[in-house]
């Protein structure tokens, strides 16, 4: 699958596609935007909440020149209130894209198979690749460099780490996740990945060992323990990842100097300690910034125009 025709997956891109968006969304954080967008609509429909996506999608668009139309959850209701075929076709008669962040992948799916126009994945549950992207620009930013670098993932095998994984394993950085048993990411997932780094080079390994995991790292990364609509696995997921919380002493059996990363929100005192996110080698709000200026550049490639 085209970029042009949408994102749904960091596994529907290449190596080449993933470099140039990392260096237009550098040279349009640096630049500042243009009215590319002009007259471009994008719908926003969020069957989650969200802070990062919508906002970043909502001023992207604005800077652009274009405009987003944010659907909430009550509103659509997205196979219930109405078929998603319906909303599909009937939304791509309005919109020039679409932007959803919905519970199931497959509802993704099935609003791309019936969407005239492209759709992006704002998060689902199997992955999230606006933020996989925007990760690697800011670790772009922080090291100069993507290839050889070594990112240790602690925690559950979920949507966060799945898109990171795949990114990492098509630009060659090396991936180490550490989950507890019954919360790695599954054979297919790893195995796809591989196929990717027998090509660029990466390095895949996963474990249950999160110290061994972060050893040599340039970057340590988090993520929540309980995703959205998991909430109801919160007991047994408090259990088994007890033991994952990234602290400063962890952090420091990385690499001198090594970066500090989570998606956010974040759960103070869960999967991070109290007080990590203001660390000297916490970049957590520069990644969050780096969501709008990597999603411009998606939107761009995807609905169409062109940094300057
Ligand atoms: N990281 C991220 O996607 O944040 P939101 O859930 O606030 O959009
Ligand atoms: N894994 C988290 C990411 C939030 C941005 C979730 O799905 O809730």
Redesign the pocket.
């Known amino acids: 699958m085209a970029i042009s025709t949408g994102l749904l997956s960091v596994a529907d891109l290449t190596a080449d596609d993933i470099r140039h968006l990392i260096s237009d969304a550098i040279r349009s954080k640096q630049r500042g935007s243009s009215a590319f967008l002009n007259g471009k609509v994008l719908a926003l429909v969020f069957e ?1 909440p ?1 802070l ?2 919508r906002v970043s999608f909502d001023v992207a668009m604005w800077q652009l020149g274009g405009h987003a139309v944010y659907l909430s959850p009550d509103e659509i209701g997205l196979g219930k209130r109405e078929k998603i075929s319906d909303v599909a076709r009937t939304l791509s008669r309005f919109v020039d894209g679409i932007v959803a962040r919905t519970f199931s992948h497959p509802t993704l799916e099935k609003l791309a198979e019936y969407s005239r126009v492209p759709v992006i994945n704002g ?1 689902s ?1 199997y992955e ?1 690749p606006c ?1 996989a992207l925007g990760d690697l620009l800011t670790i772009h930013e922080k090291r100069g460099v993507l290839k050889g670098l070594r990112l240790a993932f602690v925690g ?1 095998g ?3 780490a799945r898109s990171l994984l795949m990114a990492a394993s098509l630009v060659g950085m090396d991936f180490c996740i550490a989950s507890p048993p019954g919360y790695a990411l599954e054979e297919a997932t790893l195995h796809r990945a591989e196929g990717f780094a027998a090509k660029s080079g990466a390095r895949i390994s996963a474990t249950s060992d999160h110290r061994l995991a972060v050893r040599d790292a340039d970057i340590v990364y988090t ?2 323990w ?5 909430e109801a696995e919160a007991g047994d997921r408090h259990q088994a990842f007890a033991s994952y919380q990234v602290d400063t002493e962890l952090l420091s059996l990385a690499k001198e100097g090594a970066i500090f990363m989570h ?3 974040a759960h103070h005192g869960e999967e991070v300690v109290e007080g990590l996110l203001d660390h000297p080698q916490s970049v957590v709000y520069d990644q969050a910034e780096n969501r709008l200026h990597i999603q411009k550049a998606i939107l761009l490639k995807v609905l169409g125009g062109q940094v300057a």
């Open positions: 989650k969200s990062r996506t998060l549950d999230h933020q559950d979920n949507n966060v993520d929540v309980i995703s959205m609509g998991q998606p956010l929100p």
